[in-house]
C-alpha cells in the first residue's frame, strides 16, 4: 500500500496523559478517516509544553501526509498550540475578522458578555485557512505547509465532530487522491476469542493477501473485523460479501449483527418487526439496560418502559413480587426473577418482559450467593427463560455484562416468535 | 524537573488506530503514574504491523525511562507483541514453565478445552521476568534494557488494571527514586471555563511556578486541576489546600466536590447524612440518571428505585400523571413533570423524587418545543422545584447533560434540607 495516505492523530493535553479526561476524539477520527481510504498511523498524545508538541510535529512531518491536532485551542491560559503553531510553521499571529465577528455574534446570540479571552480566539497562525466552527468559539485550521496537510480542530467532542463531518473530512477527499479500504465487521456474541479462532481457522488462512482480519474482544462479545484493500470499490465489496458468506455456516449461532450494529438496534428491529412491546425490571443494574435499550433514537415505538426495583419493597409494589418469595428464595433467585420479568409484562402492560436482580458487588456476597451470581429472565406470552450468570468481582463489569446476555437473551427469544 | 522519571505510554492495535475500540486504558495507566510521580510524556497507538512497534519503541527508548506496552499479546495471530518484543531485544522465545502452569489451570478451573494457540501464550522474550496475570492467560512482562524498564501488559482492561496495580506500581516504585506529584481537583457545574476563567484570574495569575492550574471541561462543569511538584509531601499538600482555600470563595456556588467525586456520590452522601430516600421518574433520560445513581456501589442504602415511563400509559398507571395533564399541556411540560417528581415519590415510597422528560432527539421535536426542550424536577416534603432546559441537537449529550443538571439540581435541594 505505497500510495497509501497515512494520517497521524494528535491529541494536545496534560489532562489526556494525567488521564484525567477520556479521550474519545481520536477512536472517532480514525473511524472517519478509515472510511474515506485514509490510513491511520499513528496516534499520540503530548502535553500543554511547546517542546513537546513541536517534537511530535516534526516527527509526524516524518511519517503522514495529513496530521490531526485536537485540543489546545480554549480561551485559557494552558492552551498554547496556535502559539506553538506559529512557531513551527514560523509565522505570527493575526486576527481573523470573520472569525472574531463569529465569536461575537455567538456572545450576542446567548446574551453573554465577551471577554478579552474570548476575543483571542480570533486570532489565528497568519498562513491558516480559516474553518468555521457553528458550535464554539474556538476556530477549526486548514494548513499546508511542506507537502503535508495540517489540521487543528478544538477538543471538545462535538464541536470537532461537526467540524470534522462537514468541512474537514470533505476537503480531504477533494485534496487526496486514496485508494480503498473497505471494512466488514461481523458482531459475534457468548464465545471467547480463542474458541472463535480455533473454529474459524481454516477459513482465516485461505484469506487473500488483501483483506485482513482482526478479532476486537469486547464485553460479552468479539467482533471479527475483515479489512480490504484494493482500488475497485463494488469488487471490494464483493470480495468481503463472499467471505462473510463463507465464514457464517461455521459461526452463525453467535452472529447477532454486523458492522455498527449494536445488540440494542438488533432487538430494537426484532420488536419493530413483530410489532411488539417491551417493558423492563431491574435490580442490580439499576436502569443500565433501559439506558442501553433508549439509545437508539426512535425506541419510544417499542419500549414503553421501566421499574428500577432496587429496594425489595418497590419489587412487591411496582411489580407484584409475592413477600413470600422474597423471604423464602431471595431477591437473587430463579423464583423472584421470574416474578419480576412477568410483573414488567403486566405492570408495564408489555408484550414482552426482561428482568435483572444479582448482586453486582463489591458488597453484599454471600458464601452461597457470592458477588456476580446475578439472574436474568424474559417472558413472552409464550414462556419465560431464566438464567443464572456467575461473574466476576467488578461492579461495572458486572452490570455492563448482565445487560448484555440479557438483551442477548432477548434477541434469541424474539427469533422464536 | 530534570530527575522526573519519564514514561512513555504505548498501546498496540490496528483496532485502536482504525477507532473500533475505545482505548481506556491509557488514561488509567497515566492517572495511576502521575499518582506515584512518574510522568507520562507521550502517548502513542501503534498498529498491528512489527515496523510499527519497533519504531515507536526505538522512538520511546530516547523519551522515557520507563515504556509501557498494553495489548497484541492474544492467543491469535494478528497479536504480535511477543515476537516483535524479541526482535527488539534480539533474543528469542522461550516456553516458560510457570506460565504453562497457569494457562493449563486457568482451563481446567473452567473445564474447558486447551488448545495450542493457548498454550502459545506461555512462550515469553527470553529476557522477559515474567509477572503473572490472575485474571487470564496472557502474560504480564518485565523487561530492563539500556538502562530503561520496559513493561508489557495485556489489553484487556480489567486484566491490565490489575497487573498494574497489584504487581507493576509497587516495582516501579521500588525500582525508580522519583519526585512527588501531587495533584487537587476542583470540579464545578453550571459555570463555563471561560467565566470561570474571568472570576478567578488574579488568583490563578498569583500561582506559584511549582503549582500548575489546567482548566478541564467535560457535560455540563469545569474541573479545575491544580499540580503541584517538589521533594516535601507535606509540605505540597499544604501547598495546594492553602490554594484551594484561597480560590474557593471566589467560586463556592459552582463547586459541588474535589478530586474524584462525581455529583452521583456527592448526592449519594447528602441523602445519607439526611437519611433520606430517593426515587426517579424518567422518560427522556430512558434510565441513564438511574444508572449513574446506582454506579456508585452502596447505592442501594438511600435510591429505592426509578420508574422509566417512556410511553405515557406508563406516566399514568406507574406515575399517577393526571391524563388530562397530558392532554392538555403534553408529556414535555412544567405541569406533567412536576406530576411525573411527585409522582415518583409517592409511588415509590421515597422522600424525595426527581423527574426527567423532554425531547432528547434526533426526532420527535416541534416549532414550540425543539429538540433539547427538556423538563426536569426535584420534589421534596417541603416543595417542588422545576426547570425549563433549552439543550442541543445530540440526543447522547442531551441526555448526560440532563442528568447532570438534575443531580446539580438534587444537590442543590439537599442543601437547604
Known amino acids: 500500500m505505497t500510495n497509501m495516505i497515512r494520517a497521524e492523530i494528535i491529541t494536545i493535553g496534560d489532562e489526556i496523559l494525567f488521564g484525567q479526561i477520556t479521550d474519545t476524539n481520536t477512536q472517532w477520527i480514525g473511524t472517519e478517516l478509515t472510511n474515506i481510504g485514509i490510513r491511520p498511523v499513528r496516534k499520540s498524545s503530548v502535553g500543554d509544553q511547546a517542546d513537546a508538541i513541536l517534537q511530535i510535529l516534526n516527527e509526524a512531518h516524518q511519517r503522514a501526509d495529513v496530521i490531526i491536532i485536537t485540543g489546545g485551542l480554549g480561551p485559557t491560559k494552558d492552551d498554547i498550540t496556535k502559539k506553538t503553531l506559529c512557531t513551527y510553521f514560523g509565522v505570527g499571529m493575526v486576527r481573523n475578522e470573520t472569525a472574531l465577528a463569529l465569536v461575537t455574534s455567538f456572545f450576542e446570540k446567548r446574551g453573554r458578555a465577551m471577554t478579552d479571552l474570548n476575543r483571542a480566539q480570533a486570532d489565528l497562525p497568519a498562513n491558516a485557512v480559516y474553518i ?9 485550521m486548514w494548513f499546508e505547509h511542506e507537502g503535508r496537510v495540517y489540521i487543528s480542530l478544538p477538543g471538545v467532542p462535538f464541536e470537532m465532530k461537526h467540524l470534522m463531518s462537514n468541512r474537514f473530512l470533505p476537503k480531504l ?9 473497505k471494512h466488514k465487521m461481523i458482531r459475534t456474541v457468548g464465545i471467547g476469542e480463542s474458541f ?6 481454516a477459513w482465516e488462512d485461505a484469506l487473500p493477501d488483501h483483506i485482513k482480519l482482526a478479532y476486537l474482544p469486547s464485553f ?3 467482533k471479527l473485523r475483515l479489512t480490504a484493500t484494493g482500488d475497485d470499490n463494488d469488487l471490494l465489496d464483493w470480495e468481503l460479501a463472499e467471505q462473510v458468506q463463507k465464514v457464517m455456516p461455521l459461526i452463525e449461532k453467535s452472529v447477532f449483527g454486523f458492522d455498527n450494529d449494536e445488540l440494542e438496534d438488533v432487538v430494537g428491529t426484532l420488536l419493530k418487526e413483530r410489532n411488539l412491546t417491551l417493558g423492563v425490571a431491574e435490580s442490580c443494574t439499576g436502569g443500565y439496560v433501559s439506558a442501553q435499550i433508549t439509545k437508539v433514537p426512535g425506541a419510544s415505538a417499542y419500549f414503553w418502559g421501566s421499574i428500577v426495583s ?5 419489587k412487591v409494589t411496582q411489580l407484584g413480587v409475592q413477600p413470600e418469595t422474597l ?6 433467585s430463579e423464583e423472584t426473577i421470574r416474578q419480576m420479568a412477568e410483573g414488567a409484562r403486566k405492570a408495564l402492560g408489555t408484550n414482552v418482559g426482561i428482568a435483572t436482580s444479582g448482586i ?12 456476580g451470581t446475578i439472574w436474568i429472565a424474559c417472558a413472552t406470552d409464550q414462556r419465560t427463560v431464566t438464567r443464572l450468570l456467575k461473574l466476576g468481582q467488578y461492579r461495572d463489569q458486572n452490570i455492563q455484562l448482565t445487560t448484555t446476555y440479557l438483551l442477548n437473551m432477548l434477541r434469541e427469544e424474539l427469533l422464536n416468535i
Open 327 to 332: 423471604d423464602q428464595y431471595g431477591a437473587v
Open 310 to 314: 432496587y429496594s425489595n419493597a418497590v
Open 220 to 222: 460479552g462479545g468479539v
Open 196 to 201: 472463535l479462532a480455533e473454529r474459524i481457522e
Open 173 to 181: 477527499t477533494e485534496h487526496f487522491q486514496t485508494p480503498i479500504i
Open 360 to 371: 453486582a458487588g463489591p458488597d453484599g456476597g454471600t458464601p452461597d450467593k457470592p458477588v
Open 132 to 140: 468555521q466552527n457553528d458550535w464554539g468559539t474556538a476556530p477549526g
